[in-house]
């Protein structure tokens, strides 16, 4: 049998589900918010970004494993809710890299919070232009890159000072998914 060390229980499998399950579930609240933002840029594609917030949040809070998984889900969830399956093939290309991306540098204890974020936002963009790219069969999309670098580093800034203040202020949260019930 396993031994824990001193102050670490284990979480039992309907602990783990319920706070993934909340994860998913912020970001489907998120996603359907910035749904109803009208779109304001003429870059195709151009987002906020806010259910980026739930997966720094799961990276920083819970680890690289769940914030990829919960990244997979809510991807899928969204695609099938308000989008499609190009929309998922595009979300599942930039959100893959996007996050495997943050979860390197993160590993690297180097940047901040912030920088992970606008390294995900633009690393985004960049798996979407590759599949359309692709897709397309043109490489005549790449001019939408500088625009959305230039969104990616905004947007990636904004939401990284947003889920840093999640991370900072829901310790609490996070504590209570360790507790034996």
Known sequence: ?????????KRSV?????????MIAAALILSYLE?????????????LGLTN???????????????????VVRIVLISFL???????????????LSTA????LKKTGCFSIVPVS??????????QIIVAVIVLNTSGIAWTLAALWISGLVSGALIGLLAGQLVKRLPGVSKMFNKKL
Do not use: C, R, W
């Open 101 to 104: 991306v943050m979860i390197l």
């Open 82 to 96: 308000f989008g499609g399956f190009s929309a998922m093939i595009y979300s599942l290309a930039g959100g893959m």
């Open 118 to 127: 606008i390294a995900g936002g633009v690393s985004h963009n960049i798996g």
């Open 14 to 22: 309907s602990l783990i589900t319920a706070e993934y399950g909340m």
């Open 53 to 71: 917030v739930v997966v720094l949040t799961a990276l920083y809070m819970m680890d690289s494993k769940s914030s990829m998984a919960i990244n």
């Open 1 to 9: 049998m396993k031994k824990y060390k001193p102050g670490k229980v």
């Open 35 to 47: 749904s109803q933002i009208p779109a304001f840029f003429a870059v195709p594609g151009m987002k």
